[in-house]
């Protein structure tokens, strides 16, 4: 009987051990991973920031240049430059949320936001597309 008490103690203690080392490694990996995320991240934010300059600064000001009497462009001239720009904005912010969010979470998944991040990918290459041939 105490044969069986020791046996599942010296089990249990492995186990621990196990587990431990599991935990350790994840935290040597999460320790890699930060700065990658931490790039992932600002790198995003200067995109984000030079779109949402692109739409303020260029976009808005020719949108409401159209409704005066001698328009700057056209309303096909801006669909033609800026296409599905705002489009394009909409991703980037739900892309940094959702990066930001992993960035200070103790659990680092970048994995599945770039998974979730690629079923937007057309929007991309719709924009790459019009681009080319526009």
Request: glycine share 6%; net charge negative; proline share 3%.
């Amino acid at each position: 009987m105490i044969q069986a008490q020791v046996e599942g103690m010296m089990k249990r203690g492995k186990e621990l051990k196990a587990r431990e080392e599991e935990l350790e490694s994840k935290a040597e990996r999460d320790k890699k991973k930060r700065p990658v995320v931490r790039e992932l991240v600002e790198t995003e934010k200067g995109y984000n920031a030079n779109v949402k300059d692109m739409l303020l600064h260029y976009l808005k000001p020719l949108q409401e240049n159209l409704l005066s009497l001698s328009p700057v462009v056209t309303s096909s001239d801006l669909d033609t430059i800026f296409q599905n720009v705002e489009d394009l904005m909409g991703h980037s912010d739900a892309l940094l949320q959702e990066l930001s969010q992993d960035e200070v979470s103790s659990e680092l998944r970048v994995g599945p936001v770039l998974e979730r991040s690629m079923r937007h990918v057309g929007v991309y290459r719709q924009y790459v597309t019009r681009l080319d041939g526009g």
